[in-house]
């Protein structure tokens, strides 16, 4: 069966570090990843996506991901995080030719960034 | 404004009591579904519907219904709640299911089932 797995539950960082959460599937074929951000209270929003070309997509609010098909992985990345960015992120994938349109979520990680 | 609307945002109920939380879009999107999010489970899909009158079970369809009379609303019916459907429920709807378009989320539900 399909799964995505996020390596990070609990990430806790300070203003100006840097972020990278893992993200790998277990899935052979053509996929389609996102990146999805939760702020507080809020529902999911769109952070990034990728579906074909080049492997390093760059998303919303200076977020980037790169998706490696030798390692099944699809990590975020952001060079210096913001207090603003204090969120839960869930990656998600779905089959390349999806007829039932079901995203498989990871667990979710949670980042607190310290002022 | 695009959205996906539903209703109510907080919900506290007792058990056997039917409910239904109601979601409507209006990006004239073809596929809609609701999850469920649950800590350290993420998000479970429990049913999906492709078009009007077409829907499906999802991961975890046990104790819910939906129904699809019409492509802006896909309403979630839990005849008789039970404790363990206490959650934070997402519809979210997208233009077709073919994974080529994101999925847009409504604010969620947050469920009680006392």
């Known amino acids: 069966a399909q799964s995505v797995s996020q390596h990070n539950h609990h990430v806790i960082l300070s203003e100006a570090a840097s972020l990278e959460l893992g993200c790998n599937y277990s899935y052979g074929g053509t996929v389609n990843l996102f990146w999805y951000v939760q702020y507080p209270g809020q529902h999911l929003q769109l952070l990034l996506k990728?579906?074909?070309?080049?492997?390093l997509v760059k998303g919303i609010k200076g977020f980037e991901a790169e998706f490696i098909k030798s390692k099944f992985s699809f990590n975020l990345r952001k060079p210096s995080v913001q207090w603003s960015d204090t969120a839960e992120y869930f990656c998600?994938?779905?089959?390349?030719?999806?007829?039932?349109?079901?995203?498989?979520f990871g667990q979710g990680t949670t980042l607190q960034v310290k002022p | 404004e695009a959205q996906v609307t539903q209703n109510p945002r907080y919900l506290i109920t007792v058990t056997g009591k039917k409910l239904t939380v109601t979601c409507s879009q209006n990006m004239n999107h073809e596929y809609m579904s609701w999850y469920r999010q649950d800590p350290g489970l993420g998000l479970r899909q429990i049913y999906y519907s492709m078009n009007v009158e077409v829907t499906d079970k999802g991961d975890v369809p046990e104790g819910y219904k939906v129904s699809r009379k019409e492509k802006r609303n896909f309403p979630l019916i839990l005849e008789s709640p039970s404790p363990n459907q206490t959650s934070l429920y997402f519809c979210?709807?997208?233009?077709?299911?073919?994974?080529?378009?994101?999925?847009?989320f409504g604010n969620g539900t947050r469920l009680t089932v006392t």
């Open positions: 998600a994938v779905i089959h390349g030719s999806s007829n039932t349109g079901k995203l498989i």
């Open positions: 979210a709807s997208s233009l077709d299911a073919g994974g080529n378009s994101p999925l847009h």
């Open positions: 990728y579906f074909s070309g080049d492997p």
